[in-house]
T-cell receptor, first 110, second 112 residues
Framework: EDQVTQSPEALRLQEGESSSLNCSYT??????LFWYRQDPGKGPEFLFT???AGEEKEKERLKATLTKKESFLHITAPKPEDSATYLC???????????FGTGTRLKVLA | DADVTQTPRNRITKTGKRIMLECSQT?????MYWYRQDPGLGLRLIYY???????NKGEISDGYSVSRQAQAKFSLSLESAIPNQTALYFC???????????FGSGTQLSVL
């Protein structure tokens, strides 16, 4: 069964304290892996798409990487405004369906 | 203006009432989706539509129905609301397979 697991569920960091969020997935052929950011009371906002193992994408303090079993979202020198829930989703080849993880709630303290 | 607009933003209703949630988009995308989000369960697909004449059930469609009135409009109905349908509902669009989703701001629905 296709599945996405995110860890940790919650993470508290001091401003400037770098860390990584994990997204482990099991799918029968990966079409794409997606990272989203969700602020309270808002819809998820797209961050990155990764399509193949070894691919990396960067945006400001965020960098997403992909292997055949997992993806990491690295946050370098985070700021309080990076506080949000980060969602991972995968789409398997030959399907319409996006499978979402339950997210990591990130809190960055000033 | 938002690319994907959902109305209402919040709704409180009573058990047994019929309710409609509306979604409109200016992205020009053919693919539209309805998801619900519950704490600890992540986003789950209710219905999806790949064009006006193509509507399909998702993983949790029981108790829900949809209507695709136009390429830009996709509404979700709860025929007879029940308390376990209390959740945050999102409409989303995508350009094609393997493409990112664009989400609306959500409708927080409470069924008493």
């Amino acid at each position: 069964e296709d599945q996405v697991t995110q860890s940790p569920e919650a993470l508290r960091l001091q401003e400037g304290e770098s860390s990584s969020l994990n997204c482990s997935y099991t799918v029968s052929g990966l079409r794409g892996l997606f990272w989203y950011r969700q602020d309270p009371g808002k819809g998820p906002e797209f961050l990155f798409t990764l399509y193949s193992a070894g691919e990396e994408k960067e945006k400001e303090r965020l960098k997403a990487t992909l292997t055949k079993k997992e993806s990491f979202l690295h946050i370098t020198a985070p700021k309080p405004e990076d506080s949000a829930t980060y969602l991972c989703a995968v789409q398997a080849s030959g399907t319409y369906k996006y499978i979402f993880g339950t997210g990591t709630r990130l809190k960055v303290l000033a | 203006d938002a690319d994907v607009t959902q109305t209402p933003r919040n709704r409180i209703t009573k058990t047994g009432k019929r309710i409609m949630l509306e979604c409109s988009q200016t992205k020009g995308h053919d693919r539209m989706y309805w998801y619900r989000q519950d704490p600890g369960l992540g986003l789950r697909l209710i219905y999806y539509s790949f064009d006006v004449k193509d509507i399909n059930k998702g993983e949790i469609s029981d108790g829900y129905s949809v209507s695709r009135q136009a390429q830009a409009k996709f509404s979700l109905s709860l025929e007879s609301a029940i308390p376990n349908q209390t959740a945050l509902y999102f409409c989303a669009t995508s350009e094609g397979q393997g493409e990112k989703l664009f989400f609306g701001s959500g409708t927080q629905l409470s069924v008493l």
